[in-house]
């Protein structure tokens, strides 16, 4: 039979959502099941977001705005910087697509450490990039030394997730200078903050003390803080220049009316997305130091969920968790991701793992 696909994408391994709750509940015959897998913040949407959507559908015949203008504004006026820097999309993951479209050419390198965020080799390989990945440190951190021995003079773009998808830890700004330093200027350097507003080490910079480095780009989401995670919207701040290519790059129309009237209303609500944050934060404490009990080898987390180290027991854990209605996200051979929910979700959790672990 005729392949009429490229071979290379049989053997890149797809992107694995976190399993339906519905189904698992239909499934085991409970009337919900827990989904702590794909770290939402389990608080609902933020006041006023489901009106601006349901006020924005009116006009969902109409193409939205391209150029993201009111949006672009608004996000230039709380974050401090000049619309032209900010480039927006479907999510921040579509916008890591659209850097490494804007940046490489076949054969070119995008290093990224790894274990990490798992989009990161199917946006390198279905743009006909290579992917190099740079193992991580035995406490699951970025290896920042090793990833700046690895740029190469094909190297084109380099992505730090921080903090670090799936393993929560994250990296100090000492570390990201010797890096930034050390990372010649015609290598782009992406910092991938999706989880940044639920850092609380003063010494994990916000990287967008970086953005005036010409060669240093910001990835943001609204989907976890903000809420928006069913909508789609992220940004990034870069320099002019980038920013520019990278809008002409990205699918026309690709942010929806009733998404960028989502994210106008969520940004205005920006005490109580803190307020929702701190609670995630304190039940983060809570989680990770009752679980760290039973796994000492948990690390330090700085987003919305726990990485536990389980290697090779990771699916079986993962499926004695859904065995009792509570969604998890296994990574096999390394580890199981945990999502912070509510407190009782987090107590159903816990009650498993003390069983299990």
Known sequence: MTKLTRPDLDALPPYVPGRS??????????????????????YGPLPGVVEAVTEAAATAHRYPDMGVLALRAALAERYGVAADRIATGCGSVALAESLVRATCLPGDEVVFAWRSFEAYPIIAATSGATAVRVPNTATHAHDLAAMAAAVTPQTRLVLLCNPNNPTGTALRRAEIDRFLDAVPADVLVVLDEAYREFVTDADVPDGLTYADRPNVVVLRTLSKAWGLAGLRMGFLVAQPEVAGAIRK??????SSTTAQAAALAALGQADEMRRRCDLVIEERTRLADRVRVL???????????VWLPLGERSVEFARACEAEGVIVRPFAGDGVRVTVGTPAENDAFLKIADTVL
């Open 21 to 42: 709750p519905a189904d698992l509940a239909r499934e085991l015959g409970l009337p919900e099941a827990i989904k702590l897998a794909s770290n939402e913040v389990p």
């Open 249 to 254: 790059v990205v699918t026309p129309f690709s």
């Open 295 to 305: 796994l000492p080898e948990v690390p330090e987390t700085q987003a919305n969920f």
